[in-house]
């Protein structure tokens, strides 16, 4: 089972700055990788799909990419909105697995 | 509009047995493989199991293995989750998930979640 790891486990920022989140593949799932935003109280949604593309209706601010082992998701400006917890998933190998999360909050 | 509402959570004591359903709107059912995916309370996510479109081929996680059971009704636009054995770490909100497109494994579609309790 390939295990994700995610980093920083919380990261704390303003609105207006650049999120960068960090999600690492214990082995290669080429670009077999999304990423998802959690908020309290609902379930997941889908953000990134293929380590870089966008799913529909996702604003362009949130940006992805890599491959291997190594992924990041980029928010190039926080709006208040996007404080929530991301999670990378991986689909390269069965079963498909889930990183740990990262929190983001406001500083 | 994709809409998939769970239904059939709550407090079971262990050893207990409980049945999930998921009723799906808004797609046509019978194309889509699904998938169940819980949340421990505070915890992340973990994928739980999975049904092909036509129900021949069914996956699950090592965790639930032997204990749980997924099965589909395509006419009844319905996925199921029978749940025997449960244990006191099966607590969690139960999210039925539907695949991006046919076979993509992206979950880009979830229902509101269901909460099952296992606690004597």
């Known amino acids: 089972e390939i295990v994700l790891t995610q980093s920083p486990a919380t990261l704390s920022l303003s609105p207006g700055e650049r999120a960068t989140l960090s999600c690492r593949a214990s082995q290669s799932v080429s670009s077999y990788l999304a990423w998802y935003q959690q908020k309290p109280g609902q379930a997941p949604r889908l953000l990134i799909y293929d380590a870089s593309n966008r799913a529909t209706g996702i604003p362009a601010r949130f940006s992805g990419s890599g491959s291997g082992t190594d992924f990041t998701l980029t928010i190039s400006s926080l709006e208040p909105e996007d404080f929530a917890v991301y999670y990378c998933q991986q689909r390269s190998n069965w079963p498909p697995s889930f990183g740990p999360g990262t929190k983001v909050d406001i500083k | 509009e994709v809409q998939l509402v769970e239904s059939g959570g709550g407090l079971v004591q262990p050893g207990g047995s409980l049945r999930l359903s998921c009723a799906a709107s808004?797609?046509?059912?019978?194309?889509?493989?699904m998938n169940w995916v819980r949340q421990a309370p505070g915890k992340g996510l973990e994928w739980v199991s999975y049904?092909?479109?036509?129900?021949?081929?069914?996956y699950y996680a090592d965790s639930v293995k032997g204990r749980f059971t997924i099965s589909r009704d395509n006419a009844k636009n319905s996925l199921y989750l029978q749940m025997n054995s449960l244990r006191a770490e099966d607590t969690a909100v139960y999210y039925c998930?539907?695949?991006?497109?046919?076979?993509?494994?992206?979950?880009?579609?979830w229902g509101q979640g269901t909460l099952v309790t296992v606690s004597s």
């Open positions: 808004g797609f046509t059912f019978s194309s889509y493989e």
């Open positions: 998930a539907r695949d991006m497109t046919p076979g993509s494994c992206y979950f880009q579609h």
């Open positions: 049904i092909s479109s036509s129900g021949s081929t069914i």
